[in-house]
Each structure stands twice: as structure tokens, then as C-alpha cells.
């Protein structure tokens, strides 16, 4: 292996913080890679998070670029890409578990290039463990450098090298890299990269490098885009959308500006994801107040109800802030539907900790939440905290967590029942040819009968049931 082709991360760097700006470049097309896909089929599989998905449609878009075709059966791709998740050992051990898996396929097929990209290559002991185990992979990259992906095939297919190029601090912002969406009418836009809020349990900082914003100009061009081309919803993506802006020098636009000139365009739908409870201030909640395209749903992820345990993640925030923050967007925005997500089982946490988690979701009435035991990230700083509880203990605390979520779940459904409510039709149900699926507003889940000419549009739904986790209607506007 050529040395330029062998590039790994390190933790120590991707750990730092500059002042410096980040610079916005325009994407181009390596100029001896135009036809390079000609003839070829790809596959790629997403794991994780919403971030994930959006780079994904990235890679597709990069791919087509240059000729290659996607295909969903295994035997015929040519190329693989697996972007992988780093958040929980879970996730890591599925790629790991897949890997081993599609050894058969390079075997039956030495053509095959497979690669591995997203957050888990950013990891130092992952770029050990593949280079070590996993000589079936060809190319690996991380979050920094996907735009290069082209890059990196050109010798993986003319030369069969291997190609290991992760960069552990993150460049520049590149804009206009070819997207291909998976949905028609809902689309990921994502507004800033990064995290620097460096949550004690979270290796995000370290995957995805220091909080950079992209500029509203882009931003806005593409939602018009995206609005001319008949989109109905859009989903702005960040790991902490509340500090968008702050590293702009000398501007003050913020979140709030964002969100106010977005949903002064005609996008019908607008949502976002992920806040942070000690970013969101009462500018933001006044511009959700406004409603207009802006959803009457926010998942505000807390993590724990206890403010020993919020203080050992590094949250930022206390019990008593998180719920007076609730207590203001409930009354700024009658109805809203709030989710959230919670670690059980953090290192130190007590029974009474977790006591004081069950009395804030009881306080909060959520409708929903993703719930997680702790998991020891490699690299952060909760990895090294004394933890004694044992395994089973945490998955209790988590099952009893599960059945107070549960409950808040089935009551959010239950309250609409009886109501008409906007949804956004997603397509035909996966048990049910004669059932249609999609989201209203609060983002409920709706099955009802109907007709696939309605797919991609917004319709009104009168909600006659409900279950725990969907609502059933009819349809009363054809
Ligand atoms: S805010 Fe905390 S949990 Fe979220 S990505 Fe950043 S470090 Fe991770």
C-alpha cells in the first residue's frame, strides 16, 4: 500500500477546537473520473442517525455523477459502501457483523470494491480493527471527506489499491455536491456540521468535528430548489440546530432568523432536528410560535432527570431549566407534541437519579422518546467513569422507563382521535396494499384507505382511533 493512500485518524487532534473560519467551496467533478461508473452498479447501506441518511443521499448523488447505477441486489453491485454509526457498540458490532458477512460476496467476486465510510472510521481503534481483521475492505473515509469519494475509487478501480484516507479534523464546508434524494416530497437540508458541545458519553465531537455553519444564502437557494421541484417537507438537520450561526464573524443571524425566513417561503413543512435544551432561547420560541410552516413538534433531547448525572454527562442544564424550557414552549405553542431522548444506567447513577428521571418525564408529558442504556464510547470521557451497576439492573430501570414512555405515547395518539388532522401521505403501508401511511403535523403516525394518486400530498384525515403507536382515520377531502 502506497503511503498517500494511508491516512487514519487521531482522537487527540479531532478533539480540537480553532477559531478559525471555515471556508465555503464549490464541489466539482475530478475531471478524469467523468465516465468512471459507466456500466458499474452500487449499493449503499445507511446506519444511524438522520446526519447518516443525508450523507448517504450524498454518496448516491456523487456516484450517479460519474455513471454508476444503483442497484438494491447484492450480487450485482459492483461497489458497497456501508456508512456506519459510532454512537453505541450496538451499531458498531452490526457493521462488524456485516463486514464478516459480505467477505463471501469479494470471494465469489474479487471485482467487488467494498468500502466502509461515516462516523465509525473516524475512530482510531476501528481503522486498527479493519486493517487488522477485515482485508476484505477496499476503501475506507470518514465524515470530513465524503465529498472525495470519487477521488478515492479512481485508483481502488483502475489499480485495485487499497485506499484508507480519514481525516481527523474537519476542512472546509463543500457546497453543491450532488444529491440524489430518496423521498420525493421529503427532504434532509442540513444547516451546519459538527458538535463542540462535548457531552461526556457522545463521540459525535470527535466523528464530526468542530461546529460549522453553512451560510443562509445556501441554505435558502436550496429550499427554493427544493420547493421548485415540489417538495412538501423539509427537515433541517445539525446535531445542535440552536447554535447555528454562532460561529459567523460579526453576523448575528442565528436559528431564529433562519427558521423565520424559511417558513416565509412556500415550503408547507418545515421541521428540525436535533436542539439542545440550553440553546433554546425565547427568540427561537417566539418564531415557533408563529406557527405558519413551522410543525408544532420539537424533540428535545434531556438525557436525565438528575441534575448530578445531567452535571456528569457535561449537559450544560439543570432538571428545573429543562422544565421550565417545556413549560414556556407548552404555552407558547398550545399542543404541541414534544419527544425527547434518555440514557438509563449512566455511570453513577442511583436509584434515586433515576427516580428523579421518571418524576421529569411524568412532568413533561412526552410523546415519545428514544430511550438508550449507557454505552462506554472509546475516546470520551464517561468511558473511564467508575460504573458499577450491573447490566441487569440498567435494563430494568430502562424496561420501567419504556412503560412510562409507552404511556405517553398512547395518550398523544389518544388526544387526537375525533380531530382532522393535515398529513403529509407517505405511500402504501407495508402490512396493507389498501392502506395508506403518513405524518400529520405533531408527527403522529396515520394509517387509512385510499388511493396511491394521493402519495406526496397533503390531505386532510379525520382520526377515528388510536393505538400506541399509530392513529387510524379516513379520509374526508379527496
Ligand atoms: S450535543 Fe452532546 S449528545 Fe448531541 S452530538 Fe453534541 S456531544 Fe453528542
Redesign the pocket.
Known sequence: MSDNLLQKPKLNEARKRTKNQTEQVIYAIPEDAYQLGDGLKYMIQTYGCQGNEADSEKMRGLLESVGFTQTLVEEDADFIILNTCAIRANAENKVFGELGRLKHLKVAKPTLILAVGGCMPQEEVVIEKILKTYHQVDIVFGTHNLHRLIEFLIPAIKTHQKVIAVESVEGDIVESVPTIHENQFKAWVNIMYG?????T?????YT?GKERSRKPESIIEEVKDLIQKGYQEITLLG??VNSYGLDFENNPYRFANLLDDLSNLDIPRIRFT?S?PKDFGDDLIAVLAKGHHLLPFIHL?V?SGSNKILKAMN?KYTKEHYLELIRKIKIAIPGVSITTDIIVGFPGETEEDFLETLDLVRQCDFEGAYTFIFSPRTGTPAALYFDDLPKEAKKQRLYQLNDLINEGFAKGNHRFVGTVQKVLVDGRSKTKQTVLTGYTEHNKLVNFKGDETLIGKIIDVKIIDARTWSLVGEIIDE
Open positions: 458538535c463542540d458541545e462535548f457531552c458519553y457522545c463521540i459525535v465531537p464530526r446535531q445542535n436535533t439542545h433531547p438525557q449537559r
